[in-house]
């Protein structure tokens, strides 16, 4: 189970500005924004899963959350313009978290 733990650190930090490394890396690497495709097939490979399985995962996930952001937000009812604010600072960090992961996907050598 404890090789599960770096999912964690992902699914959870975007939202903080000092949440640059993870307590526990992918396949060594521990600054997300360096972890690339290689690091993930040697996490797949740690936890017994088929690498090529969660690099397409992966991608599908980085293409699908910028536009499932969106619509959330879009759908929201929120009067509060702090929220608001929040929700769209939020959405760009996403936005741009998925287009640099996609961009480091690639790299698998």
Not at 51 to 61: E, H, P, R, T
Not at 65 to 90: F, G
Request: charged fraction near 25%.
């Amino acid at each position: 189970m404890a090789d599960l733990a770096p999912l964690y650190d992902v699914s959870t930090g975007l939202g903080y500005s000092d949440a640059d490394r993870l307590a526990m890396g992918f396949g060594g690497e521990k600054e997300i924004r360096r972890a690339t495709g290689r690091h993930l097939l040697e996490f797949a490979a740690r936890v017994g899963v088929d690498g090529d399985a969660v690099l397409v995962s992966v991608q599908a996930f980085a293409q699908l959350m910028p536009w499932a952001s969106a619509t959330a937000i879009a759908e929201a009812e929120l009067s509060d313009l702090r929220d608001q604010q929040w929700l769209i600072k939020t959405a760009d960090l996403l936005d741009a978290h998925c287009a640099h992961v996609l961009t480091m996907l690639e790299r698998t050598d």
